[in-house]
């Protein structure tokens, strides 16, 4: 019996994005049962309004108010029904059987809990969307350019500048873009109703989850024979500064839940150095996203 499929979309104000994208599944569905979770986090552009109107078969949960993608993304699990389930951004289409693909790819590696899969921009151009978990001397590499000058280094096991997009095999942290879990690996590492840390609210949620999944013998698989094309961060761009900041800190968040041991020493020069790089790509000061707020 084929295993189903729900697919989660976490959504705020992206709402033709979400339309191509709600129709993109309609046109090129699984072959299996499947059903589709719109959780709309308070837009303000209609988007609920047109998923109720054009896609009625969708479940469309109506937060109320801002969670951030954690949170909603919790919400659209709490309902969720299947066996495997995606976790799916709304500036995502599919232009062929990749989704059936994908599930399929994963149904056949029971050593693996979670599937990830090639990016693709409009213009076909492949995306870098694969990193490995952070550690400190990688995210340095990644701050100071030692990751590209020194590719087979320590410096570059965050970025990961070598990953080779057209192989398949392991990977630590593909792009929460496309995420396909196997609900049977969430329950070893908590509630698979509420999988992602709401300590991180928009981003790193779905790495401290992949990692949580990986230490629990669950690791991710990457596959080139699926792809999505991905207009990317269309929901972020909205709010840059407050976004700049809010990565920075959950980076710092993530440190702080994962490190171990001689290393938890470095966490104040980790957090002074995160605020200093924040405030110069933001170029000033921002409290970041609060949850519960309309305007992010």
Known sequence: MNSMLSVIVVNWNTRELLRACLASIEKFPPQREYEVIVVDNASSD??????????????????GSNLGYAAGNNRGFEVAKGDLLLTLNPDTEFDDGSLETACQELINRPQFGVLGLKLISPDKSIQKSVRGFPTILGVIGATTGLDRLFPRSAFSTYTQPGFDYDAEGPADQPMGTFLLFRRSALET?????????????IFFNEVDLLARLKDAGHPCWYTP????VH????????????????SHRSLVRYF???????????LPLIAVLAS???FIRARGWHAGFVAHRHDM
């Open 46 to 63: 209609g988007s609920s309004e047109m998923t109720k109107a054009s896609f009625p078969g969708v479940i469309l949960i109506d937060s």
């Open 189 to 201: 590492v908590g509630d698979p109703k509420r999988p992602f840390d709401e300590a991180f609210p």
């Open 225 to 228: 024979l699926a792809h999505v």
């Open 231 to 246: 207009h990317h961060g269309a929901s972020t761009r909205q709010v840059r500064k407050s976004m700049i900041w809010e």
């Open 256 to 266: 702080k839940k994962h490190l171990r041991g001689v290393a938890r020493l470095a």
């Open 276 to 278: 200093a790089a924040a």
